[in-house]
């Protein structure tokens, strides 16, 4: 139950902010990837199963000042945040592999950024 309750206040904070909720919900197979837009600014990843999922975040040039979270209230398999190589040397991949692991991230106009982060 504290899951649904910590997503159920992220969720209506956001929609309070005016934040563009998207909720991923990987259960087909391997390979459910998506790309980011710019506006999606709060990210649930559901992945129920052992299965494998990419996140590619929005293009730096298209994005800056823009900050986005994304979070794992539930997983069996992993997702691998990445850029779209764009963000120079000092960017990452972020993989997530277990529950409520999240990150928070700002487009400087350089590179994607980790501002808080429980990924380990």
Not at 47 to 66: A, D
Not at 87 to 115: C, H, I, M, P, R
Request: charged share 15%.
């Amino acid at each position: 139950m504290i899951i649904s309750r910590q997503y159920m206040a992220a969720l209506q904070t956001a929609r309070g902010n005016g934040a563009h909720v998207v909720n991923l919900r990987n259960t087909a197979a391997n390979g459910d990837d998506r790309q980011l837009k710019p506006y999606e600014t709060l990210v649930f990843v559901h992945n129920g199963s052992s299965f494998t999922q990419q996140i590619y975040l929005p293009p730096v040039s298209e994005s800056v000042g823009v900050t986005i979270t994304i979070i794992t209230p539930d997983t069996g398999g992993h997702t691998t945040i990445s850029d779209l190589n764009d963000s120079g040397a000092d960017w990452t991949d972020l993989v997530t592999d277990a529950d409520n692991e999240y990150v928070v991230l700002f487009n400087d106009g350089q590179g994607w950024k980790s501002l808080v982060t429980d990924i380990t």
